[in-house]
């Protein structure tokens, strides 16, 4: 590999720029309201760590195109992975669940990439133990492909095919400082 890559690989390419997160927020948003009916019985439910901010930043934007408070929850899933024994051991976060709950409210699971699925499988279960959702839908800002599991989002920011051996790395002000989408790997 060419020093030019090597630097391209380490530095990442940018895929999503601060203007375009915001303009994806803004179109799941809509999105959102489309399929909803204006997001009538939804509560929106962001997984830790980006979901959080982003399932904060939707609601905020339904609110300011309709009027509309969504409730906002952190959906920890932690205790819920297939992977606990293959990981360091990690930190529980909080699960903090709206008023109102999650019985007979359309759930919308928020995160900020969707790989393998195994993510999402392990919100699907902690989800059951808060209470029986009327329906669940998932939101994510990338979707990088590869999944492990029968699972699709129902709204994507962006698809972004990648190879098994690049990674996705999606920061966010409120966490990080800026708003960006880059993609590492050998062929970035």
């Not at 989002?153 to 996705?168: Q, R």
Request: aromatic share 4%.
């Amino acid at each position: 590999m060419s020093s030019d890559k090597t630097e391209l690989s380490r530095a990442g390419k940018t895929i999503l720029t601060d203007t375009d997160v915001s303009r994806v927020v803004d179109r799941i948003a809509h999105q959102i309201l489309e399929k909803t009916e204006g997001a009538r019985d939804t509560v929106l439910f962001g997984i830790p760590t980006r979901g959080v901010p982003l399932a904060k930043r939707l609601a905020a934007r339904i609110h300011a195109f309709e009027g509309i408070d969504v409730p906002v929850g952190i959906l920890d899933v932690t205790l819920y992975r297939d992977d606990l024994r293959l990981k360091a051991a990690r930190a529980l976060g909080p699960t903090d669940v709206p008023p109102g709950g999650v019985d007979g409210h359309r759930v919308i699971l928020v995160d900020d990439v969707l790989f393998s699925g195994r993510t999402v499988r392990a919100a699907l279960d902690a989800l059951g133990d808060l209470g029986r959702p009327s329906s669940v839908q998932l939101a994510v800002l990338v979707d990088r492909g590869h999944r492990e599991l029968p699972i699709r989002a129902d709204y994507v920011g962006k698809n972004i095919p990648t190879a098994l051996s690049e990674s996705v790395r999606v920061t966010l002000a409120e966490i990080d400082g800026t708003d960006e989408v880059k993609l590492y790997g050998s062929d970035a």
